[in-house]
């Protein structure tokens, strides 16, 4: 899920991410596009993630790529681009969410499509199927800046040091949040643990 | 029975590396003892697990396309085009991604992009007296009769350019500093380069670059980088625009700006994150009195408080949390800032004041955090 990416575009050689970036910077069209058919998934899928599914991964997508001619030379020259392309999109989603107020009836259709949005194979077993739904549940429960910081640092497989440059955040804020979240969701998992116990 | 250890906040420093070596022997040591921190370590391997297992919906192939055609269409126009118009805050974002990337990453690229028009000879600024008053990081020669003056903020510094040409150099800029020119239709930011700029009855009219590079940002435009050699100048409609002025021009509002004080932020930002504790607490308080618009203002007023207490003002660092809570009390930030008032008063041994800092989060099922901090308050 978080590993790097090397999809050799057909008919020809891949450029590192590196290499792209540059040339995107120097006003080279087809890097964008290649960029672009590499990352794009990626970053849909952080910011569907962000934005649970509130249907502007589309938006952020596009401002991501949309801005890249022109933030692309300040890139950091790593081999891999994706945790600086799912940072800017982590920075759209999260902005755009406080802009427009969303943010609360986000969580609610989280929480309430959480359980369908599971599609784990038939053989799975079921406590297994049990556990990720009750996961997605507490995750859905927990305050939106620790949500996004365990979404980005557990899910997206971000570094602390590039949440905090994404969200604007100091590094050690995003530990300390990144370990409340983790305690939360033990505790939250806890009590539907004991619960469905005392149900049975 | 003990269900804290302040030891465990060095599980994930382990895990990433971040403990020295004898320090990660003794909480390895600590570790098989304390059932604690097995307990939370246990969890967040299973934490981390299970979020692997939450599965990933697939992108709408369509949708995926659509984007890739509009993005590239645009990267070719030179311009960007949005197949809607963009909303103010993903242009603001985007100015604030780059900035932060801009403040932070190696400064490595010298390409030029695509979108410059070809170089043009620099225009003639006649040397004058103005150079400007220090601490200016760099010296400006104006035209006769321009009008411009020179403003600094923490490490802040701003040229305002309202009408004429400047010739600027700007020594290159440490981590944490910016140089700004605003015109009265954009703004340049500079990290250490030799440009001139010229307006012309409210608008931009010519940015040249001789050496380094400068970002440009035209009012509701986007940014662009000029390079040694690259100047700009604006195209055929805007220049009509420039020297006839609209018929109910007298009705227009005044000089509009795209400064919003992002950029301001993100510097503040950096200079929390580079632990400039007082610089960066500073900075942001100077950002919270320059835009009382600005849309950084309820994060900047809790990092004040964070900026404050690490720099050892705990009990300025009280107040500006009080100070935020007041103007957001619904702010995310708002158990955090209780909790710092509480920890301060904890300080002061004034129990009921970290009580009633935390009340909200006491009431059953209690926040974890805000019962430790508590329970110590009574130890």
């Not at chain 1, 090397?6 to 050689?13: I, L, V, Y």
């Not at chain 2, 659509?66 to 985007?94: D, H, K």
């Not at chain 2, 390079?227 to 109910?248: C, E, F, M, Q």
């Not at chain 2, 100070?323 to 209780?338: D, V, W």
Request: glycine fraction near 6%.
């Amino acid at each position: 899920m978080n590993g790097k990416r090397s999809r050799a575009p057909r008919g020809g050689p891949s450029r590192a991410d590196e290499e792209l970036l540059a040339a995107i910077a120097r006003g080279d069209v087809s890097a964008l596009g290649e960029l672009y058919d590499r990352y794009a998934q990626d970053v849909w899928r952080a910011a569907h993630r962000i934005l649970a599914g509130s249907g502007d991964a589309e938006d952020v997508v596009h401002t991501v790529f949309m801005k890249l001619p022109e933030i692309a030379a300040s890139y950091d020259g790593r081999s891999n681009a994706r945790p600086w392309l799912v940072g800017i999109a982590a920075h759209v989603a999260w902005r755009q969410r406080r802009g427009n107020g969303r943010f609360f009836r986000m969580l609610e259709s989280f929480a309430s499509t959480a359980s369908s949005a599971v599609d784990l194979n038939p053989e799975r077993e079921a406590s297994a199927r049990e556990d990720v739904l009750q996961f997605e549940r507490s995750l859905a429960a927990l305050s939106p800046s620790k949500r996004i910081v365990f979404i980005l640092v557990e899910i997206e497989g971000l570094t602390s040091e590039e949440v905090g440059r994404a969200l604007l955040l100091p590094a050690a804020t995003v530990r300390t949040r990144l370990h409340h979240a983790r305690r939360e969701l033990d505790k939250l998992m806890s009590m539907k643990e004991h619960r469905g116990e005392n149900e049975d | 029975m003990k269900t804290d250890c302040e030891r465990s906040w060095e599980l994930d420093a382990l895990r990433e590396g971040r403990l020295a070596e004898k320090d990660a022997d003794a909480f390895e040591r600590h570790l098989r003892g304390c059932a604690i921190c097995t307990h939370e370590k246990a969890f967040a391997e299973k934490a981390r697990e299970l979020a692997k297992l939450v599965p990933a919906k697939h992108p709408p192939e369509l949708q995926l396309r659509r984007i890739r055609a509009r993005v590239l269409r645009a990267a070719e126009l030179g311009v960007p085009a949005t197949r809607r118009e963009m909303a103010p805050w993903a242009i603001a974002i985007a100015a604030v991604a780059a900035a932060v990337a801009l403040g932070i990453s190696v400064r490595r690229s010298s390409s030029k992009p695509a979108t410059m028009a070809a170089s043009a000879s620099p225009a003639s600024i006649e040397p004058s007296s103005a150079t400007i008053a220090e601490p200016l990081t760099g010296s400006v020669q104006a035209s006769g009769g321009a009008k411009w003056r020179q403003t600094r903020i923490g490490n802040i510094e701003r040229v305002t350019l309202e009408d004429g040409a400047l010739r600027i150099h700007v020594r290159h800029q440490s981590l944490g500093e910016r140089f700004f020119v605003d015109t009265p239709d954009g703004v340049i930011e500079v990290r250490g380069t030799t440009f001139e700029v010229e307006t012309f009855e409210g608008h931009t009219t010519r940015v040249a670059v001789d050496e380094g590079f400068v970002s440009w940002r035209m009012t509701g435009a986007s940014e662009v980088l000029l390079h040694a050699g690259d100047s700009w100048k604006p195209h055929v409609p805007a220049l009509v625009r420039a020297t006839t002025p609209p018929p109910n021009a007298h009705l227009a509002p005044a000089t509009a700006t795209a400064d919003d004080g992002s950029e301001t932020y993100a510097a503040a930002v950096i200079l929390l994150n580079d632990g400039e504790f007082s610089r960066a607490a500073d900075a942001l308080a100077e950002y919270l009195a320059a835009y009382p618009n600005g849309r950084d203002r309820e994060d900047a007023s809790y990092l004040r408080a964070v900026a404050l207490v690490r720099a050892g003002h705990s009990d300025e660092a009280a107040d500006a949390a009080e100070e935020h809570l007041a103007a957001y009390p619904q702010s995310f930030h708002r158990k955090e800032a209780s909790i710092l008032i509480a920890r301060v008063a904890r300080q002061h041994k004034d129990c009921d004041k970290a009580r009633r800092a935390l009340a909200p989060w006491l009431t059953p099922p209690a926040d974890p955090e805000a019962e430790a901090t508590i329970r110590s308050c009574a130890n």
